[in-house]
């Protein structure tokens, strides 16, 4: 079955660490997307790729990097510079076109110890 | 900035009960329109969507949702609620010319007591 894979789904980072998210896809869509989800706040975007090889920050970037070196795969770092990085992150990915809905993967719960 | 905005933060019905949750949005132009749903430690999956066409558009268990252009607005409903339907339901919008882009609201949490 076509799918989005995040792993872990659950991660431990210590002050001071960066940590990398996973998130992989076989559904062969152009366009992937990191949110991030706290309670009553909804979603934020993080960064979005809507192609290999570029992406773009969204709204709430900073602290984040990201690479799209293969169409399937889309990592998410969390970086020592985000000040506030117990969420829970979600990975999405879509087709370009603006009617496609998004699918979503499991979810990765990061704390910080 | 397009915002979304859902403004029952909680719900709390009995089985059977009516339900309508309200989503609005700010932007002026063209939009797509989705609920999405997140069961209790499940993944978001699409409850309906809204392209074109008929403004009540019908989705998975007996979910609606209308769009009201003239209020910006996009609430779902169902006539009869049951405990299965305890979940979170996000609101989100993506404006045509944003490719697909999609701002989402805050979210409503539903409780359904049996």
């Known amino acids: 079955d076509g799918g989005i894979t995040q792993s872990p789904k659950y991660l431990f980072r210590k002050e001071g660490q960066n940590v990398t998210l996973s998130c992989e896809q076989n559904?062969?869509?152009?366009?992937m997307y990191w949110y991030r989800q706290d309670p009553g706040q909804g979603l934020r975007l993080i960064y979005y790729?809507?192609?290999?090889?570029?992406?773009q920050k969204g709204d709430i970037a900073e602290g984040y990097s990201v690479s799209r070196e293969k169409k399937e795969s889309f990592p998410l770092t969390v970086t020592s510079a985000q000040k506030n990085p117990t969420a829970f992150y979600l990975c999405?990915?879509?087709?370009?076109?603006?009617?496609?809905?998004?699918?979503f993967g499991d979810g990765t719960r990061l704390s910080i110890l | 900035a397009q915002s979304v905005s859902q403004h029952n933060h909680h719900v709390i019905l009995s089985e059977a009960a009516s339900l309508e949750l309200g989503c609005n949005y700010s932007?002026?132009?063209?939009?797509?329109l989705f609920w999405y749903v997140q069961y209790p430690g499940q993944h978001l999956q699409l409850l309906l969507k809204?392209?074109?066409?008929?403004?009540l558009v019908k989705g998975i268990k007996g979910f609606e949702a209308e769009f009201i252009k003239s209020k910006f607005s996009f609430n779902l409903r169902k006539p009869s609620v049951q405990w299965s339907d305890t979940a979170e339901y996000f609101c989100?919008?993506?404006?045509?010319?944003?490719?697909?882009?999609?701002?989402f609201g805050g979210g409503t949490r539903l409780m359904v007591k049996p």
């Open positions: 999405a990915s879509s087709n370009s076109l603006g009617d496609q809905p998004q699918h």
């Open positions: 559904l062969n869509h152009d366009a």
């Open positions: 790729s809507q192609i290999v090889n570029d992406f």
């Open positions: 932007y002026g132009g063209t939009v797509n």
């Open positions: 809204y392209f074109s066409g008929d403004p």
């Open positions: 989100a919008v993506n404006e045509n010319n944003a490719g697909n882009m999609l701002t």
